[in-house]
């Protein structure tokens, strides 16, 4: 979980998942709410079979793409891309 100014001032939380076999989801949540953006990582990733709820707080195209039930373009924050997360593998792992 981490946090990440938006372009237009405003924060958000976002949270990824890694499942068993290595793939990486990823939710949001503008209310800054970790559970809210947890859910909707996990559902993203398939370990969740109902989708959840979002009821829109700022009209972001975030929350636009998600109630549309389309694919969420995380580029469109430029802080998303600078995000850095805890490596798959820790570097004692292969020891």
Do not use: C, Y
Not at 27 to 38: N, Y
Request: hydrophobic share 45%; no cysteine.
């Amino acid at each position: 979980m981490q946090s990440l100014r938006l372009v237009n001032g405003h924060e958000a939380l976002v949270a990824r998942v890694l499942t068993t076999d290595g793939k990486a989801s990823f939710g949001f949540s503008l209310r800054l709410d970790g559970t809210e953006a947890r859910r909707m990582a996990e559902w993203h990733a398939g370990e969740r079979g109902e989708r959840p709820t979002l009821e829109p707080v700022m009209g972001h195209p975030w929350e636009a793409a998600f109630i549309a039930k389309q694919a969420i373009d995380w580029s469109i924050e430029p802080a998303f891309a600078k995000m850095r997360w805890l490596p798959e593998e820790e570097p004692w792992a292969s020891q």
